[in-house]
């Protein structure tokens, strides 16, 4: 007879994300989380945000990124560590890299906002120039790992960035009083999304786990209906932390945990956005505003249960606003 | 040998301001105090932010309204209460009524936004119109106290109003560990000033408090200066929750407790409220960032203390952005 060797992020293996919390509690935030008095009878329920816009860089990000740099040896940690990214990743990596004193290298492509750039040079990282295609990108991170001996940390398809996210919703969990029936997230990689199913299964079993998802960039809505990993192609939204496709780690986890996945139009995201910022008074990015539009767009089935909402981050340029 | 009446908001009376918090608290939120490590760099001190722009209806007016309306004999409350204003006080006073079931009756200007009065309208307030002069509207008001018996609650020189805006600074100093050097406020009516004034005496009298004043209406600053009430006359900023003058009631505890005003220009202002939404992901009112912009203005002196900082409210209208 044989066994499987089981996944260390196993959900019948709580001990890792306890241990990636204790891990990075000096270095996140426990970011509050809110309610509001119109947003509960808008929806006939109980909402609870979980503001991961208020965490450090303003994402989640920090929680998986924190958890990667502070598990390496050591030996490989002194060596720093390297990823491509322009997006909350390059800033978390480069800002958890700095709290542990090693470098931090960011392969970007060249067409990358300035002020992405400007703000990952901030932290102190070496920013890497690269023609902005999938294959300079894999080449020029290749090169500077075999260079600097640094250690890639891929932005989502990685355990213990998975288990550092997983943290978001363990905190959600302790924050609220009393069981949630619902918790929803954005998916992009699918890296908070597969975290929260691991939390959920591990300290709050009875919590379903739901993922609002741009319609325009729906891989993991139609991987869920396929039952088999179907990679994006030609994403098109107003939610740009939300582009790429889930990960073979993220997806196993996502395909056995997750209910449903509900696709927002892009009017939906901006009205979920401006309530966020309107009624809440939080800066939110569209892609921190996906799950609530999936939530508004759920409001019947979702009646008078008690939903929580991880708002994924806040980082957003103040002159290019939709509103 | 005579002894004069204390004052129920006596600094050596802090069951009114417990008294107060214990009335209020099912009716309004404990809002986060949230820390940025940027800001921290960047003051080269601890500093600790009160989101009162997180409170209900987005400011800190929801403490002082909701402790005035459940203060109210139950015969007295019956009848409602009513006050003019177009600002927070307005809809913070409307919510309040809602809450406990009895009619709020707001005097406007017919010249208030509209968006400001569909407000306070939706909090089931009922809206009478008046000429915008300061004349119509005290007029009116009396006309309206003496049609329908209710009370009138003033938007500061009151002293209900005051201990609930104490309980801000009462929550500041319970949610953050250790004492704190200085706590700076917004000063406008001086509400929220001198109700931070009386927390500090009660339950951190090592504190010391100062205010940050628009120099563009700078009444407290100069009324602190010379000694003497001094009321505002034309003022010009862009913090429009700061344009009234101290009432006799806020003026007397003021005068006797802030250690300094700090007034700081509309640039000033601009530049915190930026830092607050681009850094912190907070939606903050140009009012409610006059506190940071006048620590930040004092950063020479601030240097290594511990600060708090109360942000005042987050009600803006986001198609008018400075920025």
Known sequence: MQTEKPSPLNPL????????????????????VLQSRQLGELMGAEVFIKCE?????????????????????EA??????????????????????RLAGVPAYIVMPKTAPKVKVAAVKEYGAEVI???????????????VVARTGATFIHPYNNEQVIAGQATAAKELFEQVEGPLD????????????SGTVLAARCFSPATKVWAGEPAGADDAY???????????????????????????KTWTIISQGV??????TEEEIIAAMRFLWERMKLVVEPSGAVPLAAALKEKGVLKGKRIGIIISGGNVDLSKLPF
Chains 1, 2 share one sequence.
């Open 259 to 264: 209910e449903q996945i509900i696709p927002v």
């Open 222 to 248: 139609q991987s869920l209906k396929a039952g088999k990993l179907i990679p994006q192609s030609a994403p098109n939204t107003i939610a740009d932390g939300l582009l790429t496709s889930l990960g073979d």
């Open 76 to 97: 490989d940690r002194k060596k720093g560590v390297a990823t491509h990214s322009s997006g909350n990743h390059a800033q978390a990596l480069a800002l958890a890299a």
């Open 129 to 143: 120039f690269c023609e902005p295609t999938l294959q300079a990108r894999e080449s020029t991170l290749e090169e």
């Open 53 to 73: 816009n208020l965490q450090k860089v303003g994402a989640f990000k920090m929680r998986g990124a924190a958890n990667a740099v502070f598990s390496l040896k």
């Open 13 to 32: 293996n709580p001990e890792i994300i306890i241990a990636a919390h204790q891990r990075i509690k000096p270095y996140i935030h426990r970011t509050p």
């Open 182 to 193: 619902v918790v929803l997230t954005p998916v992009g990689g699918g890296g908070l999304l």
